[in-house]
T-cell receptor, first 112, second 111 residues
């Protein structure tokens, strides 16, 4: 059974640019969530996708957007990058409902 | 707004000791609570999931308890080993969407 995978591992961008991060959910998992983790902090919930629809969102501006595909993989897009967007971005998947959530290894984004 | 607090923020103990990590949350209306481990610069590894109707869960040397009415959970680690060194994160699920995390307890086990 393949776990949650994310790409790329690391990314360096400049302020104002746009970035796309990718996630493949664990086999059989139809719900994908994205989190932002700043250094020394706990992860913060960005949004969640279920059956290709966003069905939950945290306190993040609209320049954070996403997609989920029919195979349940997902993308996180961030427009107009700011320095404070520098963080570890984590993708998590679960088999719907209130089941256990499993996380990928993360993408480290640095904005210069 | 749900807030999760973890105490202590950091802990250093000699190998072999039993230890307890604490987690508290402000709103008792949760669906479940999950404990994670995070190694430096890495993703999260799920350790234990406790549903709101449960009081505790055990996995190997780990035991997690939940007292929903008082807004508290503890993670007990028996016979600690250097490989247990990591940051331990507590997260609650207040609804059908995302988890709310604490800032974690940074644990060091001295050989």
């Amino acid at each position: 059974e393949t776990g949650v995978t994310q790409s790329p591992t690391h990314l360096i961008k400049t302020r104002g640019q746009q970035v796309t991060l990718r996630c493949s959910s664990q086999s059989g998992h139809n719900t994908v969530s994205w989190y932002q983790q700043a250094l020394g902090q706990g992860p913060q919930f960005i949004f969640q996708y279920y059956r290709e629809e966003e069905n939950g969102r945290g306190n993040f501006p609209p320049r954070f957007s996403g997609l989920q595909f029919p195979n349940y993989s997902s993308e996180l897009n961030v427009n107009a990058l700011e320095l404070d967007d520098s963080a570890l971005y984590l993708c998590a998947s679960r088999a719907g409902g209130l089941n256990e959530q499993f996380f990928g290894p993360g993408t480290r984004l640095t904005v210069l | 707004k749900q807030e999760v607090t973890q105490i202590p923020a950091a802990l250093s103990v000699p190998e072999g000791e039993n230890l307890v990590l604490n987690c508290s949350f402000t709103d008792s209306a949760i669906y479940n609570l999950q404990w994670f481990r995070q190694d430096p610069g890495k993703g999260l590894t799920s350790l234990l999931l406790i549903q709101s109707s449960q009081r505790e869960q055990t996995s190997g040397r780990l035991n997690a308890s939940l007292d929903k009415s008082s807004g508290r959970s503890t993670l007990y680690i028996a016979a600690s080993q250097p490989g247990d060194s990591a940051t331990y994160l507590c997260a609650v699920r207040p609804g059908a969407d995302g988890l709310t995390f604490g800032k974690g307890t940074h644990l060091i086990i001295q050989p």
